[in-house]
């Protein structure tokens, strides 16, 4: 079993930035594929990022490419969103995500709001 804890959200001007963080509980943070989804009203939840389970590989969402980054800290066994140049339409719940081939967890969200 693993918890997800984000923080870090709030509200913020276009062009701003905001770094999201997610605490996981457990020891085999390691072996996560770790990634961050986005929901906004009205909206299906949608893939932002994510990161490898050894922190060597990432991808993105082409909507965030160049201006997010996410990273992961396995001592802290937590895992980031570094969120640059904000736009009005990344307006969202953002949800931290950890999965396996055979399971996988949600986090319960942190709301992240730019204004225009």
């Known amino acids: 079993q693993v918890q997800l804890v984000e923080s870090g959200g709030g509200l913020v001007q276009t062009g701003g930035s905001l770094r999201l963080s997610c605490a996981a509980s457990?020891?085999?943070?390691?072996?996560?594929?770790m990634g961050w989804f986005r929901q906004a009203p009205g909206k299906d939840r949608e893939f932002v990022a994510a990161?490898?389970?050894?922190?060597?590989?990432?991808n993105y969402a082409d909507s965030v490419t160049g201006r997010f980054t996410i990273s992961r800290d396995s001592v802290k066994n937590t895992v980031y969103l570094q969120m640059n140049s904000l736009k009005p339409e990344d307006t969202a719940v953002y949800y931290c995500?950890?999965?396996?081939?055979?399971?996988?967890?949600w986090g319960q969200g942190t709301q992240v709001t730019v204004s225009s």
């Open positions: 995500n950890a999965r396996r081939s055979y399971d996988a967890y």
């Open positions: 457990g020891r085999t943070f390691s072996s996560y594929t």
């Open positions: 990161i490898s389970a050894g922190g060597l590989n990432t």
